[in-house]
């Protein structure tokens, strides 16, 4: 589902040294099957929730077939981020 939660394994070209000594799964959201011309191939285009949330790295959307669903429960941390944005904007009015 688009803005759920997935965890992906990059390929070693792309791993950085700290990467590399930590676990293999990064945390992404996934944005939808990559499609052309009508035919889905089961590839995910996903974007790394570091790169939204911290702002290192490229949001530019990337293709792979390599992830999964971490958990049963499905996450959207980024409306969960919306919904603490405006948890706190009307804490700061009220006071």
Known sequence: MPGQLVTYVPSEDYK????????????????GFYGVHGSIDNSGLLIPLEALLVGTGSVKPFRTKDYKVTTSERQFPLA??????????????HI
Do not use: D, N, P, V
């Open 16 to 31: 950085f040294a700290y990467q590399k000594a930590g676990a293999k799964g990064i945390e992404a959201i996934f944005m």
């Open 80 to 93: 969960r981020l919306r919904e603490w944005s405006m948890l706190l904007r009307l804490s700061l009015i």
